[in-house]
């Protein structure tokens, strides 16, 4: 393993190393092409700022040609306000003006702090015959010189750009110029470079060293002459591409072997957009180069490289004593994995075994309720670890619905056990007792009996008639639960009175509130896992986002408790965005829409009829038609009674109402024998009531009060749907 465990490292260390390289080689690059470029354009400005100076200056020269006394002040107002500039000259034709003699140009020059002016033209002086005056005197148009050393002038190395002045005529009669120091060049490449080794240079079109970091190569040598002693063929290249105006970078190995990398680029006035059209077939043909040298760019990375093969060394001594210590604790691991596999075993059944407890929607709710209504009661719990503490539950119970939701102090197994003795005692305490304060009140003196470990159990109980839409309910410390109206998309909180969480005290009195349900509203229930739930920046889900979610999942089409819970456990995962669940999370919707589940037995007649009542009451129905849906309704349910359930059978018979603005729609369901009371045949009418055979008139009825009447067998189940458009 330890053999093993050298090569990975090696290998990792290598190409940690090879990847480190490029990552800083690209970096120099970046940095360097970038430090090249600015200096290119800081110098490109400078020049281009002179030109236009030069040529704004030949324009006021040509304006003022009969005032030869104004053109010194003229060159000395040029420096006072361009600091870049080293010295400024007017040199006029031989005997322009008869009374100055052969030579006249006035030039202002820097000496320091201060500036001077002098006559430029003497016998040993003839500036006639210089570069700067003679192309572009000859040309016409403006010139950068190559860089000199202006003995008898500014006594410095610079280079000029000068212009040629006319007058009206359009004949050239003076050049006006503009010297740049090279030491202010110098100064400017060899500035602000990352390394203390990288060099910067400037060469002329000639191939001139004009700026370096050593004094001594300026206007001494050439840059052939300076790299003429190099093995590498790579610098003939180079040297090539940059007296060509090319850009490009290469690597070059000097002759003791060290390597280097150079950038270049050339300082083209014509190709800088800023300037583009001020000197078009003006161009001043100098380079620049950046040179770094490999030894000083990876000194740091080979002495991290260095530091880290001591680290590695000292790495693999540490696992041979891992290894060692490992081996021989292997059988004490062992042990402890098993033991580990063990109670993880024990913790998936415990899971299990209490999600087992919950309410299953089918299970809960008699055979022939199932279809529509278990669309009405949804669930869900989503536990932090193995078993958590929450629960919820629910079941039907004489045309009433008993539900329930709880959130456990403290997780895991001590609270899943309180969990289960809850839901325990609130099945038994509700066997006997349809007050939901009740029910409260004698599962709080049972779980505070013997309460050592100091748990308690915020608990909402409620008790819904589902015939009447009333409901009872007792909160004992617990999240007050949201109503959704389908009618006008509201979404209000339940009003909550402050009772103490079960389990703290014996002697606590609940107290216990009412409330009467729309036909169609959703009373949904949570614990504080909803709101309380966190993304990875530890921001909370919020009262706000729930409160949205549930107002945006009652706006859709299929609105149900279903959809409801699934809208919303979607909303919460995709603001947690898989991070880690830090809580219980539970929640229990419960839509009313009015239901009567009524045994086989024609003696319970009565109780349809005060259920057909209470669903038209509120929805201004004449009298005549309640009678009318009312008798419509028992002549379909003695028919269920009478032929779904054949004598002596027992069985139930659900009827569920749906009441719309404009429409009742009631649904009567039984899991009897398949009976489909819409084929048979309206009895005829226009018979005597001798001739006319038996059977029939019970179904005419229902079909000349009710607008539509249709039978489905879905899942066991009969499923006969009765509609009257209001």
């Given at each position: 393993m ?22 800083i080689?690209?970096?120099v690059?970046?940095h ?11 110098i ?10 030069v ?6 020269v ?6 030869p006394?104004?053109?010194?002040d ?27 003699g052969?030579?006249?140009?006035p ?6 702090d201060?500036?001077?002016?002098k ?29 000199y050393?202006?003995?008898?002038g500014?006594e ?5 750009y ?10 050239i ?12 060049l ?7 470079s ?11 079109k ?11 190569a300026?206007m ?17 290249q ?6 060509g ?6 690597e070059?190995s ?14 083209n006035l ?38 880290l ?8 001594a ?6 060692y210590r ?11 994995n ?13 899971s ?12 809960s ?10 669309r ?9 670890k193995e078993?958590?503490g929450?629960?919820?539950d ?12 709880g ?9 899943s ?5 809850t ?18 009140r ?24 589902l015939?009447?839409g ?9 999240c007050?639960p ?8 509201s ?10 969480p ?14 009467d ?25 919020g009262?706000k986002?729930m409160l949205?979610a549930a ?20 909303s919460?995962?995709?603001?947690v965005?898989?991070a880690?669940?830090?809580?219980d999370?539970t ?5 009313y829409?009015p ?7 024609i ?6 009829t005060?259920?057909v ?9 004449d ?14 349910v ?5 032929y ?13 109402a749906?009441a ?39 179904i ?17 189940n ?6 009257k458009?209001l």
């Open positions: 330890i053999i093993i465990a050298a090569v990975l490292i090696e290998v990792t260390s290598f190409v940690q190393f090879w990847y480190a390289k490029e990552g080689r690209n970096d690059e970046t360097a092409i970038s430090e090249l470029r600015i200096k290119s354009l800081r490109q400005n400078v020049m281009n700022e002179t030109e236009v100076l040529k704004s200056l030949a324009d006021i040509a304006h003022d040609l009969e005032k006394e104004d053109m010194g003229i060159t000395r107002n040029i420096l006072q306000n361009n600091p870049t500039i080293v010295g400024t000259a007017i040199a006029f034709e031989p005997y322009y003006y008869k009374e100055k052969r030579q006249f140009s030039y202002s020059y820097r000496d320091g201060s500036i001077k002016t006559q430029l033209g003497t016998e040993k002086y003839d500036y006639h015959n210089k570069e700067w005056y003679k192309v572009p005197f000859s040309k016409g148009e403006g010139h950068w010189s190559e860089p050393f202006d003995e008898g500014g410095m190395v610079m280079s000029t000068s212009f040629p002045v006319r007058d009206d005529s359009g004949k009669v003076a050049v006006v110029t503009a010297d740049i120091s090279l030491d202010w110098s100064n400017l490449i060899n500035s602000g990352r390394h203390a080794s990288t060099q910067s240079m400037i060469i002329s000639t191939g001139r060293i004009m700026a370096c970091p050593d004094p001594t300026i001494s040598k050439t840059l052939l002459q300076a790299t003429s002693h190099f093995e590498d063929t790579t610098i003939r180079v040297n090539r591409e940059m007296l105006g090319q850009s490009g970078k290469a070059v000097a002759n003791n072997g060290n390597l280097y990398y150079v950038f270049y680029t050339p300082i014509a190709n800088d957009s800023d300037m583009a059209g001020l000197n078009d077939d003006d161009d001043s043909g100098w380079s620049i180069a950046i040179v770094c040298s490999d030894s000083e760019i990876y000194q740091g990375l080979r002495r991290l490289s260095f530091y093969n001591i680290l590695m060394l000292l790495g693999l540490l696992m041979g004593y891992i290894i490992t081996a021989k604790n292997d059988k004490h691991l062992a042990m402890v098993s033991e580990k596999e063990r109670i993880g075993s024990e913790l998936r059944i415990a299990a075994i209490q999600q087992s407890m919950l309410p299953k929607d089918r299970a709710l008699p055979n022939s309720a199932h279809h529509k209504v278990d009405d009661i949804s669930g869900l719990l989503l536990s932090a078993v958590g929450d629960l919820y629910y079941y039907l119970n004489d045309n009433k619905l008993f539900f329930c939701i959130d456990v102090s403290g997780k895991g197994v001590p609270a056990l309180m969990m289960a003795m839901r325990s005692l609130f099945r038994s305490v509700s066997a006997h007792t349809h007050a939901p304060r009740k029910i409260a004698d599962i709080n003196i049972t779980m505070s009996e013997n309460n050592e470990t100091g748990m308690f159990v915020t608990f909402f109980v409620g008790v819904l008639d015939v009447t009333h409901l009872r309910y007792c909160n004992a410390g617990h007050p949201l109503l959704l109206n389908r009618t006008d998309h979404v209000t909180t339940l009003p909550v009175e402050p009772n103490i079960i389990g703290v005290t014996a002697e606590w009195e609940y107290t216990e509130q009412e409330a349900l729309q036909i169609g509203t959703t009373i949904f229930l949570y614990t504080d896992g909803l709101t309380e739930a966190e993304n990875r920046d530890h921001v909370l889900f009262e986002s949205y107002h945006m999942a009652l706006l859709g089409n299929d609105f149900d408790a279903v959809s409801l819970i699934n809208d919303m456990k979607e919460v995962n995709t603001f965005n898989h880690v669940q830090s809580d999370l929640m229990l919707a419960v839509t829409h239901t009567l589940i009524l045994p086989n037995d003696q319970t007649q009565p109780q349809l005060e259920f009542e209470k669903v038209c009451e509120g929805k201004e129905i009298e005549i038609t309640v009678m009318q849906v009312n008798l419509a309704l028992e002549e379909a003695v028919n269920v009674m009478k779904a359930y054949p004598e002596g059978t027992k069985g139930e018979v659900c009827i569920r749906m719309e603005e404009k429409q009742l729609t009631f649904l009567i369901i039984d899991n009897g024998e398949p009976f489909d009371p819409t084929q048979k045949e309206d009895a005829d009418t226009s018979l005597s009531a001798e001739d006319r055979p038996i059977g029939g008139l019970g005419h009825l229902i079909r000349q009060i009710m607008t539509s009447i249709s039978y489905n067998r879905i899942n066991g009969n499923i006969l749907t009765l509609t458009q």
